[in-house]
């Protein structure tokens, strides 16, 4: 399977304890981008990174998250002291930034890290 | 702020029963309007890109228009596994993250 894969699929904590999800992406892609999505409602964007360097951050990124790609390959998404607010499922997607600026940001996703905060 | 809004937030329609979904957005720049589908429990999987309006695109039973202020997904003859949640999304100008709408939740009856 070629396409952008999380893990893990599932994640338990309690509340105050730190989490950390991996993404890779589609290997020819040098956009890596994480959104959240709660029950109902569409994704939310959280940041991303070109290559291994983080261009953009939402102010809903709060100082609690961070993110990393360090060789611009895969990349992780640490949440620390979790709060029940921060259930959610976590999507990665990733896009290949071209010449032609139409495949500039067709976006392929994962399959998720769905987070339970207890 | 960008915004984009669907409608309805769900639609049950019986197989074969053709209809529209309706995406309408306000931004600034705009530089691309996406369509996607999502099924439970799954990440969202694409389905067209749409730059400038007038512009539209086809794929199966699924066909995508754009105008200056909504887009508008068509669903001609559609079967049960069309059932999915329907999400549209847009990229502005100077900036890559996608704002998304709520989607519309579609459900096919046999």
């Known amino acids: 399977d070629t396409g952008v894969s999380q893990d893990p699929r599932h994640k338990i904590t309690k509340r105050g304890q730190n989490v950390t999800f991996r993404c890779d992406p589609i290997?020819?892609?040098?956009?890596l981008y994480w959104y959240r999505q709660t029950l109902g409602q569409g994704p939310e964007f959280l940041t991303y990174?070109?290559?291994?360097?983080?261009?953009?951050k939402s102010r809903l990124l709060s100082d609690r998250f961070s993110a990393e790609r360090p060789k611009g390959s895969f990349s992780t998404l640490e949440i620390q002291r979790t709060e029940q607010g921060d259930s959610a499922m976590y999507l990665c997607a990733s896009s290949l930034e071209g010449r032609d600026f139409r495949s500039y940001n067709e976006q392929f996703f994962g399959p998720g890290t769905r987070l339970t905060v207890l | 702020e960008d915004q984009v809004t669907q409608s309805p937030e769900a639609l049950r329609l019986q197989e074969g029963e053709s209809s529209s979904l309706n995406c309408s957005y306000t931004v600034s720049g705009l530089r691309g309007l996406f369509w996607y589908r999502q099924d439970p429990g799954k990440g969202p999987e694409f389905l067209f890109t749409?730059?400038?309006a007038g512009e539209e695109k086809e794929k199966e039973r699924l066909k995508a228009t754009l105008t200056k202020k909504e887009s508008f997904l068509h669903i001609t003859a559609p079967k049960p596994e069309d059932s999915a949640t329907y999400l549209c999304a847009v990229c502005r100008g100077g900036a890559d993250g996608l704002t998304f709408g709520k989607g519309t939740h579609l459900i096919i009856q046999p």
């Open positions: 290997s020819e892609h040098n956009r």
């Open positions: 749409l730059y400038s």
């Open positions: 990174f070109q290559n291994e360097a983080q261009l953009e």
